[in-house]
């Protein structure tokens, strides 16, 4: 791992979609992006693990995701150049940490634990399991959506951070966002 990644400042907010893979986090991240007029940050782990999948057939394991957390900060890193008020990113560290804890027998590596404690955002959007799940190279666990959920969600309350659950269909979950950046963004 990079020694010393950090977030480049801004004063933009950093809103993170988060939730269970097949939630809906990339659809609203672009949505609520242009609705916005702003960035949103794509998934690194997904293009990363993607590439890994189609060379050699391989699946994540424990030395990718510090690689993934470096490619994450640095996409985030490099949105926040365009960016106008609020960013969206679709997905961050704290993911990262989830899915170590959940594929790994509950190990998490300290470097990325560190960065779950260190790296900051404004406010993360949970996305609940009631969206169909669509399967795909990468996705593995279709059975276990709403266990993943409450394993994100605890995540989010031992963080203490802020959070708003996203249900519905893609509109009504746009709405709940608009609500709670009405708030935000004042």
């Excluded at 900060?73 to 990113?89: I, M, P, T």
């Amino acid at each position: 791992m990079e020694k010393n990644i950090q977030q480049r400042a801004s004063n933009c907010l950093r809103i993170v979609l988060y939730g269970p893979e097949s939630t809906g986090k990339t659809t609203l991240a672009k949505a609520l992006a242009e609705y916005y007029q702003t960035t949103w940050v794509p998934e690194f782990a997904r293009t990363y693990l993607q590439e890994k999948w189609n060379q050699k057939k391989e699946v994540c394991n424990l030395e990718d995701l510090i690689v993934i957390a470096n490619g994450q900060v640095k996409l985030e890193n490099k949105a926040l150049w365009k960016a106008k008020d609020v960013v969206f990113c679709d997905t961050n560290i704290l993911v990262t940490k989830a899915w170590s804890q959940t594929h790994f027998d509950g190990y998490c590596a300290p470097e990325i634990q560190a960065l779950s404690e260190t790296l900051q955002y404004d406010h993360y959007f949970l996305t609940y399991t009631d969206v169909p799940w669509k399967a795909d190279d990468l996705r593995d666990r279709p059975n276990h959506r709403e266990e993943m959920f409450f394993h994100f969600e605890n995540l989010l309350k031992v963080k203490k951070a802020s959070y708003t659950i996203l249900k519905g269909n893609l509109e009504q979950r746009i709405l709940q966002a608009k609500k709670v950046l009405s708030i935000l963004m004042r």
